[in-house]
């Protein structure tokens, strides 16, 4: 598979730490995910799967919304659902992704517009409208919540770990 290539339109130096501090806690936290075991491989295609479509729906802040790529299909969530076809012909692709979302936002609002109010709400729904043809989740999220950790060359440890805590209690 290919690499998104992801361009930043902010400018100065700030801009771009703060970039490099949100893309470190969020491998830090897929990183941490994985070696926890919570990331659970979806079980092989069986006769039990309807016919019809099956969905890949996406879930997450800026970056699974797409925010800062260069084209529509250089957004990672874009580029994997392109990678997926070759396995899921019929795969369609649902983003709920919001930019600027946090783990917060994401379970009780405020931000992009939703029916049920909350991302997750959404989620939910589609997940229960559409039993055994979702294929694949993508959640990316937590960035948010430590991204205003950084002024000018320093990283706030007290803003860091209570952001933390909110990404742990609340994923």
Request: glycine fraction near 14%.
């Amino acid at each position: 598979m290919g690499c998104a290539t992801l361009q930043r339109t902010g400018r100065g130096r700030g801009r771009r730490r703060s970039g490099a501090l949100s893309a470190l806690v969020a491998a830090l936290i897929v990183g941490g995910l994985t070696a926890a075991g919570t990331l659970v491989p979806a079980p092989a295609a069986s006769a039990a799967t309807p016919p019809g479509p099956l969905y890949d729906l996406a879930l997450g802040d800026s970056l699974a919304a797409g925010t800062g790529a260069s084209t529509t299909a250089h957004r990672y969530v874009n580029v994997l659902y392109q990678h997926e076809l070759a396995t899921f012909p019929t795969l369609q692709l649902t983003n709920l992704g919001c930019g600027g979302a946090t783990t917060t936002s994401m379970l009780t609002g405020p931000g992009c517009a939703y029916a049920s109010g909350t991302q997750l709400g959404d989620a939910e729904a589609f997940l229960r409208a559409h039993p055994r043809q979702v294929a694949m989740v993508t959640i990316d999220i937590g960035a948010n919540n430590v991204d205003g950790c950084l002024s000018g060359s320093t990283i706030s440890m007290p803003c860091v770990q209570s952001g933390l805590a909110h990404i742990t209690s609340e994923l």
